[in-house]
Each structure stands twice: as C-alpha cells, then as structure tokens.
C-alpha cells in the first residue's frame, strides 16, 4: 500500500468514525494474520483495509481499538514487539 497520510488526515478518520458511534461502545480491528504455506514458508501477507484505513500499519497480528463513552474518546494500538528473526530479505 505504502500511501501515507499526516497525522492530521488520521486524526480527522478517527473522529469520522467516533461521531458515528455510539456511546459506551467498542470498535476492534485487527490487522490479520500470516497463514502459512508450508513449514518455513508463509503466503504474501495482506492487511485488513480498514485497519489499514485507520492506522496506516501493515503489521500482522496488531489490533486497533476505539472505546466511545458520553465524557471519552480513546484509541489503544496493540503491535508486536520487533523480531528481527522474521524481517525478510528481497
């Protein structure tokens, strides 16, 4: 995908989106999982569009959450630590 977008086009997505929540509710996206291909092979990985909408990451594994009650508004994002074992190289 490699499009990025300034933190203010961000910010604007995720206040889109709160607006049209509810309140006391939860949005969870998760990017998605690797599915292997064979024991030591994985196929191409490919993100979920709208977590990738949301936080211009392609990162398996992640999660992004948004919490909408009547008094607060917050986002949480859960990545993996970096693992050098699973870089790959072109």
Not at 13 to 18: D, G, I, M, V, Y
Not at 25 to 46: I, P, Q, T
Not at 54 to 75: G, L, W, Y
Request: glycine letters at 2%; charged letters at 25%; proline letters at 3%.
């Amino acid at each position: 995908m490699n499009q990025y977008f300034t933190e203010t086009e961000m910010l604007s997505r995720r206040e889109k989106l709160f607006a049209k929540m509810e309140d006391f509710s939860v949005l969870v996206l998760f990017s998605g999982v690797e599915k292997k291909s064979s024991a030591d092979a994985n196929y191409n990985f490919v993100i979920n569009k709208n977590f990738y909408y949301m936080t211009q990451i392609e990162q398996p594994d992640s999660m992004f959450v948004m919490v909408k009650t009547p008094t607060s508004r917050e986002t949480y994002l859960f990545i993996s630590p970096y693992d050098e074992t699973k870089e790959c190289f072109a």
